[in-house]
């Protein structure tokens, strides 16, 4: 039975061809924008429903009366790590307005050793399961989301906000003045 031949010429042309198709998909693929998406939230606002950072259950209907900026993250994740400072420096100032972090499927510890090696002392609850994150339609992070002093969702914001923590002040300050 005669062997195969190997074309040293049929190998070069198959991998500039799955070089090729490599550029191709990487020059065509969505391209990271450094803008926040900033969008109304439209639809009802679910009961949301979290654990503090010890496991006991905590409940966001206990913040009616303020406006609350709900910033969901991940210690895995770049874009979050770098916007959480940004939040707290901003957050120490402000009357009216409470920056909670909830943190999406790190194990407790992990969320706790990174937000101690950060610094931060935002009040910061668990959604282990990422329920809450399903249940809001958001599959991206950092995913924030403004919620006026009723206890109803404003506004929802997808991708890291800047030094100024804007979007996020100038539509929570708004809220804060009605």
Known sequence: ?????????????????????????????????????VRPWSGDT??????????????????????????????????????????????????????VLVNIGDKPQVMRDWLQRAGVTLTSLRDPESRALAELGLRQLPATLIIDTEGRIRWKMIGKVDEQAEPVRSKALALVKQ
Not at 6 to 15: L, N, Y
Not at 69 to 78: E, R
Request: proline share 9%.
């Open 46 to 99: 679910p009961v949301l429903r979290f654990d503090a950072a010890d496991g006991a259950p905590f409940d966001l209907r206990s913040l009616r009366g303020k406006v609350v900026v709900l910033n969901f993250w991940a210690a895995w994740c770049a874009p979050c790590r770098e916007e959480i400072p940004h939040l707290q420096a901003w957050a120490a100032g402000q009357r009216g307005v409470q920056v």
């Open 1 to 37: 039975m005669p062997r195969p031949s190997h074309h040293p010429d049929r190998w070069r042309c198959i991998h500039l061809l799955g070089l090729a198709l490599i550029v191709m998909v990487c020059w065509t693929a969505p391209k990271a924008s450094a803008a926040v998406e």
